[in-house]
């Protein structure tokens, strides 16, 4: 079996990360995305409640589940047998940091590849910081995030 790993904070997951899941699961058997639990940052949204948003995200893509860990990503790629990791690249700037990223994993476990996509063209712009920020100026993100996460937003803004 070809396993994908999609690892990120997805704080919260937006439509450019469905997108990139949509696509590399036609290429993959499974594909797992794996939420970090890091403690560097301050998400919105913990842990259990960014793996039910993506559940819900994407329960029409047949060979995705989800998962968390606070580990390094190829160490818990190792664990589940993965071929790859998948990253998003909206822009140029992007490259420099994940580039980075992929050459340390390649180090770390040289089995373990690194797998670039890029989302379609109406996703470039947006990013879960962003969507955070519209969201709590009361901004429409209803065209950003499938409408069960634009709820979860919703509802930590109360």
């Not at 904070?9 to 699961?25: L, Q």
Request: hydrophobic fraction near 40%; aromatic fraction near 8%; include cysteine.
């Amino acid at each position: 079996m070809k396993t994908i790993i999609y690892p990120g904070t997805f704080d919260p997951i937006h439509n450019g990360h469905i997108d990139i899941a949509e696509r590399a699961a036609l290429l993959f058997d499974k594909l797992i995305f794996v939420v970090a639990d890091n403690d560097q940052k301050s998400p919105m949204f913990t842990v259990k409640e960014r793996i039910i948003m993506i559940e819900r995200a994407t329960k029409h893509i047949n060979n995705v589940t989800v998962s968390s860990t606070s580990d390094l990503i190829v160490n818990f790629a190792k664990r589940e047998k993965a071929l790859a990791l998948i990253r998003g690249l909206r822009h140029v700037s992007d490259f420099e940091f994940e580039f980075q990223m992929a050459m340390m994993n390649f180090h770390l476990n040289p089995e373990i590849i690194t797998l670039f996509m890029m989302p379609d063209e109406q996703y470039i712009h947006i990013n879960s910081t962003v969507i955070k920020n519209v969201s709590r100026l009361n901004g429409d993100i209803s065209t950003y995030v499938p409408k069960s996460v634009e709820d979860c937003l919703n509802q930590k803004r109360k």
